[in-house]
């Protein structure tokens, strides 16, 4: 076994500043060991105080009753559906990047991963509450699970796709959360161990009594691969069922076989944006620059412009689908929606999501952190309005035009979506104080593949990739010819 | 937990540096009680001799369990305990039992998998393991030798060869 490190100028560089084993402890821990900065506390203050408009509104529509929204005879799902398929699509990102770049062996997961998954369970708690209130009487939620009861037993009803969606949901929220405490408790017991008296007493309480143990590790790796290799699965199936609570109806525009993989990438393609708009604050505010690098923006953004651009062929897809069906409602269906009442909101939802990403086939633009921001910012919006049009637009104009409607959501809708933001962005500023917020261990990991030494990024400041593919290539030659 | 050990332990700085040490070790034939490391180290159960751990199977058994469970829970009620017809389908509709049926093989499998780790690595909430170093959650990779029924001559043998394997320190710790 070599002591020497390889040094590959080949490697993608992840982590910058020639940092050691120590220093990444230091700089990833720092955060939850400081006293909170003055941003930090006016940033919580501020979610919490939405959050708290927010259960306002939430108790509100308790108190008064479902008729506190707009909904309608016509229009029975608004924005409560909307943002609900809205949440738990960012919610995806947190396991396509720890779970399906767990399996690709992708390596600049390790920068993000821990945020990523703190953010789809936030997401889906999020998401969570929108079926739930919509439900009106919430002290009935427990009648979708199909426990043994005194009316008959009366069973659920297995074969309803809204059934499949608690199923989906609640499974999905327990295997994310599992799967990202699993991650943690070995950067918790780094915690632990680098601190004294009541904090070492909490800490190694949540610590689980990690030791770090050779055995320990291989029986960590093993479950973590297995997770990731059922989680990928069941991320997938999530937003399928999500899909099917459309697809399996009788509206012209949600009765195509085209939804679970049109949702599917759309969920990924507004995570990763979500994943972006909190990396790029996170990073900056955290110092922690040298762990979440131009390099990881860089690979976010190809999976940007890669779903986008896959959203872009089901939007048009189901365009040319309708109008290859002959079937004047489903014609009309897509028709209302580019040109009806709500015309705005697919100009939105095209334009944010299609057009505007496409700008990221440029190298120069996938590296431009504040243009990143703002398109991750663009994309959310968009991807709202995709909900939004499927949604509000389709059920707006149905079969019987003397029950057309037209609908707008009241305070009271709009509070609660202001204060599902209070809610994740207060859950994600508590994880951010108290948990670290990149995965150390993983991050350590890959030092000695991917850090700034190792990669030659210090010594030779500007690598010319091509440059060095070509040396390699060259060398490589040179071998094959000395063996003739 | 069984009565407390001595334990002679070297911390090493680099994990290129452990594993050689520890190849040695084999070799001398020392029988090493444990291997401490802040990161999975990647080939460090095999340089161990460590057998494969046989979570997967485990995950695979929870999951058929919960596979069985919904497919069959689901088919007894729509088949014999309250069956109904939905939509001009038939009582027992297979196709419509899928999701659920899916959902519920990786949620058993999941959670059974996650359960079981934690028991058998003896971990939990609130568990208490003594640790040897708090550096070993940092940057220090660490082998350890139990010398609760070792010579002063022993001890001071192991100790030679964890110093001349590249260890940095060595300590003695009851635990």
Redesign the interface.
Known sequence: ???HPIISPLRHTLITGDK???QI?EDICAPSEKVPSTAWVIAFILSVTVLGFGVFCILWTIWMGIGTWNLNRTIGWGWDITNFVWWIGIGHAGTLISAILLLFRQKWRTGVNRAAEAMTIFAVMCAGLFPLIHMGRLWLGFFIF?YPNTR????V???S?L??DV??IS?YF??SL??WY?GL??DL??L???STGLRRKIY???A????????????????SL??AG??T??VL?VHT?VS?DFATSVIPGWHTTIFPPYFVAGAIFSGFAMVLTLMIITRKVLKLEDYITLQHIESMNKVIVLTATMVGVAYLTELFISWYSQYPYEQFAFYNRATGIYFWSYVGMMGCNVLVPQIFWVEKYRRNITLTFFMSIFINIGMWFERFVIIVTTLARDYLPSSWSYYVPTWVEIGIYIGTFGLFFTLYLLFTRVAPVVA???V??ILKTSGSQYTGLTKRKAIDYNEAAKEADHAHAHDDHGHH | MEGHKDVLYGLYDDEDVLMDAITKAQKDHLDIHDVFTPFPVHGLDEVMGLSESRLHIAGFVYGALGTLTAFLFMSWVFTRDWPIIFGGKPYWSVPAFIPITFELTVLFSCVGMVVTYYTVCGMGPGADNPTLDDRITDDKFCIAFNVSNSSKDEIESLRGFLTKSGAEETNIKTI
Request: positive net charge; charged residues 10%.
């Open positions: 076994m070599s002591h050691t084993y120590h402890t199909p008959g037993p009366l069973w009803n297995f074969n796709p059934l499949w199923f989906a499974t327990t295997v599992l799967f699993t408790v070995p017991a780094t632990r161990d680098r190694s309480f949540v689980f009594g990690w030791t770090g143990s050779a055995k320990h590790w291989q029986r960590f790796e093993s479950l297995i997770l059922i989680a699965p069941l199936s069922i099917f150390i261990a993983e350590k990991s």
